[in-house]
């Protein structure tokens, strides 16, 4: 298991990665649904406070099926996320 500080990098980049996207998206792409893009960066923003606080309050004993629980919703959520962004500028 990778250490939560690492973890919690990791989750940074992925959603900084997000939101950069969808702000060149919006200022590049002509014709992008601006109001969109706001929704899907507030949504970025509360998805990465909910996610780096998760991680500090693993139940002890049970850290094995949190994560794999955590993992999952994480990237669930990602995947719904990437499919708004690349919709944004149709």
């Known amino acids: 298991m990778a250490s939560r500080k690492k973890l919690k990098k990791n989750i940074g980049c992925i959603i900084d990665g997000l939101f950069t996207e969808c702000i060149v998206r919006c200022n590049c792409i002509p014709g992008t649904d601006k ?32 994560y794999r629980q955590f993992r999952e919703d994480f ?16």
Not at 46 to 66: L, N, Q, Y
Not at 75 to 90: A, D
């Open 75 to 90: 990237n669930r959520q990602i995947e719904l996320l990437v499919g708004r962004i690349e919709n944004i500028s149709k």
């Open 35 to 66: 109001e969109a893009a706001n929704e899907i960066i507030a949504k970025l923003i509360e998805m990465d406070a909910d996610f780096t606080s998760r991680i500090s309050h693993t139940e002890p004993g049970k850290a094995k099926v949190f």
